[in-house]
């Protein structure tokens, strides 16, 4: 089993920046892709982006492109999602996610865990 603990949402400027991080712990040998997903409020849930847990190799949403930073530390197996030039646009819920395979990286299905969300609300 893995758990997944996401941490660092809150109140923002449009305009501001911010990290998330989520932690794993339990079988994380399993993990071969973490990434983030947010859903917002009256909307479905939506990828965000995704890192190789054993590479570099990182996935982006065309709407967070350029603006988001996603990294990892395995030592302290640990995912950061940096958030950058925030929109207001981009509030909502965000969510961390671990699969075990890496095929289609951009489909909910395709993770195995979740954490319980933290919740990021961009003011203008």
């Known amino acids: 089993q893995v758990h997944l603990v996401e941490s660092g949402g809150g109140l923002v400027q449009a305009g501001g920046s911010l990290r998330l991080s989520c932690a794993a712990s339990?079988?994380?040998?399993?993990?071969?892709?973490m990434g983030w997903f947010r859903q917002a409020p009256g909307k479905e849930r939506e990828f965000v982006a995704a890192?190789?847990?054993?590479?570099?190799?990182?996935y982006y949403a065309d709407s967070v492109k350029r603006r988001f930073t996603i990294s990892r530390d395995n030592a302290n197996n640990t995912m950061h999602l940096y958030l950058n030039f925030l929109l207001f646009e981009d509030t909502a819920v965000y969510y961390c996610?671990?699969?075990?395979?890496?095929?289609?990286?951009?489909?909910?299905?395709?993770?195995?865990?979740w954490g319980q969300g933290t919740e990021v609300i961009v003011s203008s």
């Open positions: 890192i190789n847990w054993k590479g570099s190799r990182t």
């Open positions: 339990g079988r994380t040998d399993n993990i071969h892709i």
């Open positions: 996610a671990a699969a075990s395979l890496g095929i289609a990286v951009v489909t909910t299905d395709e993770y195995d865990y």
